[in-house]
């Protein structure tokens, strides 16, 4: 049974300390947060010097309770000032893992953090990419990639199950309430977690020094100190994890990090992948058979990027939230670096079938409302610029993007980035299996040779897979680009079975055609008259519809999986797996950008974000077990 994620209740007690009702405990000491979090976190986890001779790319801290996300704000500031005096040292990116049961809301956190001034700019980052408060992980990405927070919403003692231990915890911030406000947290089962994701060497440190807390330390396998405690409390604790930790160790040294990853590709799916792999320091070839990238499905003008959630929080729906609050930011800090359209303006679906009107009814119940709304159809109405017969379902922060510009733009950056190299016309036509990789053969150049190769040909992906077929279907559909009368007036992308964009530069998307008995992208007359068909009929005769003039349209083919949901990861060739990045059906916008981190964190051996659940949802082998 998936729990919905509540918001702490919070007030300020005398001294400006912030204050949880349930628990009648501070988020940290009247006395001074930060000199508390230096003192017991950090340097208690021989923190910042560790950093400069740890042999890792990566540091990896976890955390019971984000609370304020105080102990985040100044790890991340004390990591900054490493990078700055230690440009040279190996570790130059921070993982920080931390666990929350209450989320504070936005506006809580923000009042909490005003108070602080050491970290105003970094706090105001993390207020603009908070997520919403749904359950599972939610990452977040600063500093380009050099600090990744993965937030995980529910109790720790259902979700540090869910994370993959195979890369381990260097550092524990044992926080969360005074054992004796909050015993059902400091269970025994919370120290053999701790245990199962730890190294030797790993270390821990809380402000407590309670008998419990040792304890379950000792029995957990980790050798315990007493210490002096921080301002007027006498003691706390420390631990380094010593008991040896085989299946741990023994997976770290099987796989070692690719170190150079060969992506066949082009579309949306691999220039994100690029784009993640490079933030963690890989060499990257992409190997794509047409002239430029964006030429396959992603060819589009426009494409809506919004979550289609259940009525219930079925996993198959927080997946795509969690995707969907990934891709929010991933494609706005990519707009950072190059220009492509981008439009937050909220996507509406207007309720135009009885099922829909069923889901309508239940889904605000159980989603945030930062997430998802329902509006009446005067409402809706209002909200969208044009008169709608229907009730609907309003994603407020979801909206569309250009994917072929997207594609376009990245590959003028990629181009820019010393670990890049993007070849164009280089159609791959066989894999070779190799004894320590892969050799990858195309008609029209010499073969490539490769350690690790991911496979991101969209529907085409099985030309390279004869023996072992994904199991994607290509489905065709038709994208028709009007110039509008009255529609103009469109403020919001609008769902009814199929959906309209506002304008860019003068043309709407009307789409999209979904044709199972074809997978070929030519254009049919057939498919623009089926479009505009499809909004007469699903809206009610809108008096909109009336000037609307089809301009162009475009064509293309999703691959789409029978369970709707993608497929991501290693995929059995004989007795070798390749990696694969595709399936994403209708939903490119929504599922690349997290996917490919996910991948991207396996390839590279960091943190994944994948609660394991999820993972066997969208894990290709699933369909091979
Ligand atoms: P593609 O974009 O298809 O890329 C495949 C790439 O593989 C191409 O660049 C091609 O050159 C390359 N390639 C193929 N064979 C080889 C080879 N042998 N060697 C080397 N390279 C090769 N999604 C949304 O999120 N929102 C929408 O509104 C939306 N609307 C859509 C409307 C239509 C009509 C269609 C067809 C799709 C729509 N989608 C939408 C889905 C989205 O477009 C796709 O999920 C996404 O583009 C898939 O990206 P991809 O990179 O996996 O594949
Ligand atoms: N580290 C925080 C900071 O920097 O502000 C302070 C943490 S506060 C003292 C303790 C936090 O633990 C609270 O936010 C509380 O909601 C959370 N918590 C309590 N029980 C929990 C549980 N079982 N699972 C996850 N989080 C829990």
């Not at 809580?108 to 602080?116: N, P, T």
């Not at 926080?175 to 821990?204: C, E, Y």
């Not at 990090?257 to 933030?279: H, N, Y």
């Not at 998307?509 to 009929?537: C, K, M, P, Y």
């Amino acid at each position: 049974m998936i729990k919905i994620v509540q918001h702490a209740h919070i007030h300020f007690n005398e001294q400006g300390t912030p204050v949880a009702e349930r628990f009648d405990d501070v988020y940290f000491s009247n006395e001074g947060g930060l000199a508390e979090t230096d003192y017991v976190f950090l340097k208690h986890n021989d923190l910042p010097q560790r950093w400069q001779h740890h042999p890792a790319a990566f540091f990896h801290i976890a955390e019971t309770g984000f609370g304020t996300g105080s102990n985040f704000l100044l790890a991340w500031l004390r990591f900054r000032q490493h990078r700055q005096q230690h440009p040279t040292a190996n570790c130059q990116r921070l993982y920080f893992t931390s666990f929350e049961k209450f989320p504070l809301s936005r506006a809580d956190l923000s009042k909490a953090l005003a108070a602080v001034s050491e970290f105003t700019a970094l706090a105001q980052q993390l207020l603009a990419q908070y997520p919403l408060a749904t359950p599972g992980c939610h990452r977040l990405v600063f500093d380009q990639g050099a600090v990744i927070l993965d937030l995980w919403l529910g109790d720790v003692l259902d979700t540090l199950p869910e994370r993959n231990p195979s890369v381990a915890v260097d550092a524990w911030f044992l926080d969360g309430f005074a054992p004796s406000k909050n015993p059902d947290m400091w269970q025994p089962a919370l120290f053999a977690q701790l245990a199962r994701h730890s190294r030797a060497g790993t270390t821990v440190a809380t402000f407590t020094a309670a008998g419990v807390v040792k304890r379950g330390l000792l029995e957990a396998g980790f050798t315990v100190s007493k210490v002096k405690g921080f301002g007027r409390k006498r003691e706390m604790l420390t631990a380094v994890y010593t008991k040896a930790h085989a299946t741990q160790q023994t997976d770290q040294l099987l796989q070692q990090p690719a170190d150079e990853v060969t992506i066949i590709g082009g579309g949306i799916a691999a220039v994100c992948l690029s784009l993640v792999l490079l933030q963690k320091g890989a060499k990257v070839r992409l190997l794509c058979a047409d002239a430029e990238l964006g030429q396959g499905a992603s060819k589009n003008r426009q494409g809506a990027l919004y979550p289609n959630l259940h009525a219930e929080m079925s996993s198959a729906s927080l997946i795509q939230a969690s995707c969907f609050d990934f891709a929010r930011q991933f494609f706005s800090l990519s707009k950072q670096k190059f220009e492509f359209p981008l439009e937050w303006c909220g996507v509406m679906h207007q309720a135009c079938t009885t099922q829909l009107q069923k889901r309508l009814s239940k889904m605000s119940a159980c989603w945030p409302a930062d997430l998802v709304q329902r509006l009446s159809a005067k409402h809706a109405s209002e909200k969208a610029g044009l008169a709608l017969p229907f009730d609907a379902i309003w994603y407020p922060s979801a909206g569309w993007l250009s994917p072929q510009q997207f594609c376009r733009t990245a590959a003028s950056y990629l181009a820019t980035q010393p670990n890049m190299i993007i070849q164009y016309h280089w159609p791959i036509k066989q894999l070779e299996v190799l004894s320590d990789g892969w050799r990858l053969h195309s008609s029209k150049h010499p073969p490539l040779d490769t350690k690790t190769v991911v496979l991101a040909l969209g529907h085409q992906s099985n030309e390279l897979l004869h023996e072992n077929p994904l199991p994607l279907r290509g489905i065709r559909g038709q994208v028709s680009y009007v110039q509008a009368g009255p529609l103009a007036a469109l403020k919001t992308v609008l769902c009814h079975k199929g959906y309209i964009t506002p304008a860019w530069q003068g043309l709407q998307a009307i789409g999209a055609t979904f044709d199972r008995s074809r997978s070929s992208d030519e254009w049919l007359a057939s498919d623009d008259e089926a479009n505009l068909a499809l909004v007469q009929h699903s809206l009610q005769q809108p008096a909109w519809m009336s000037s609307v003039r089809i301009i162009e349209s475009r064509a293309g083919v999703r691959a789409t999986v029978p369970d709707h949901l993608p497929l991501y990861g290693s995929w059995q060739l004989t007795d070798k797996h390749c990696q694969v990045l595709t399936g994403f059906g209708a939903r490119g916008l929504l599922f690349a950008p997290w996917l490919a981190e996910a991948l991207a964190s396996d390839l590279m051996q960091e943190p994944s974000p994948l609660p394991l659940s999820w993972q066997q949802l969208v894990a290709a082998s699933r369909y091979q077990e």
